[in-house]
């Protein structure tokens, strides 16, 4: 599977299902070899990879996260070999627990003990019957993961992990617990505005939902900010780590901190005033810049 060095980590639900494969062709023709979308309460995420591969010639479609909320395991399981056996090498399953409020008031689960959840859902996975036609080669997954266990569940049940909201501090904490040979892909939102008051209010509309959800919140103090810093749409110290504001060459260096603390891949999502309007002209300039 090739995923490049540099992908784009896109929302792309809010458009039709033609204008997704466009927007994801695009991507593809750009130079990038991976895409990562969302499932949260838009649309179910391997409808969605469908799609976006079908209407793809090489480009890797990778999820970040499917929802272990969202179905069972063995669903989850036989939906990605239905996809790696359609798409060799071209789909990358990354699954997560998500979080409390989502799980709990949207979904009507009951979210507890997440990490014993997870534990048991990959078991449940890999003992999943499957009479469909196989994948050409064994299906790999991603867990997201921020904090030590989930870190070290993802090293021991998964191909490695993929990380979001987090600075290039913490991939170099989770290269350490992942060891040398897993998959470490972060994401890193960006804004190519070199206002600061301009870029951090774009940053601060994308960070304000994140900032309401408690596992995000945790993570971010253990890595040394503090509730001052996460308060009234986050600290300007916060806004810069967690966003990458300015030229290219700023999103260079924070591309490359995350690469030099371990990261295998970077996924990039390129941020908008308008939250509903896709970053075609950032994904054109990372791409001449980045790739």
């Not at 789909?91 to 409390?100: E, Y």
């Not at 507890?112 to 790999?140: C, E, H, I, N, V």
Request: aromatic fraction near 6%; proline fraction near 7%; charged fraction near 20%.
């Amino acid at each position: 599977m090739k995923l490049g060095r540099i992908g784009i980590w896109a929302f792309l639900d809010m458009l039709p299902a033609a204008e997704a494969q466009a927007a994801a062709r695009e991507v593809e023709d750009l130079g990038f070899e991976a895409l990562w979308i969302p499932e949260a309460i838009g649309r179910e995420i391997f409808t969605s990879s469908a799609i976006l591969l079908a209407g793809t010639k090489k480009l890797a479609i990778a999820t970040g996260i499917a929802n272990v909320w969202a179905r069972d395991a063995m669903a989850m399981a036989n939906a990605q070999r239905t996809l790696c056996e359609a798409y060799p090498e071209r789909f990358l399953l990354g699954i997560g627990v998500s979080h409390a409020p989502l799980i709990d008031a949207v979904r009507g689960h009951h979210y507890a003990k997440p990490l014993t959840y997870m534990r048991k859902y990959l078991d449940a996975m890999d003992q999943a019957p499957f009479a469909g036609a196989p994948p050409p080669s064994p299906p790999r997954r991603v867990i997201a993961a921020l904090h030590p266990k989930m870190l070290e569940l993802a090293r021991e049940k998964s191909w490695g992990s993929h990380p979001y909201f987090v600075p290039p501090e913490h991939t170099a904490r989770a290269r350490k617990a992942l060891g040398a040979d897993r998959l470490l892909a972060p994401e890193q939102a960006v804004v190519l505005e070199t206002d600061p008051a301009k870029a951090r209010a774009i940053a601060r509309q994308h960070m304000a939902i994140y900032l309401g959800l408690p596992n995000y919140c945790r993570n971010l103090l253990t890595l040394g900010f503090t509730q001052e810093d996460l308060a009234s749409g986050g600290s300007d110290r916060l806004v810069d780590a967690i966003v990458a504001w300015g030229d290219v060459e700023t999103v260079r260096a924070r591309v490359k901190a995350h690469h030099d603390a371990g990261a295998d891949h970077v996924c990039l999502q390129a941020l908008e005033a308008n939250m509903a309007e896709l970053p075609r002209g950032q994904w054109r300039q990372l791409a001449k810049a980045l790739l």
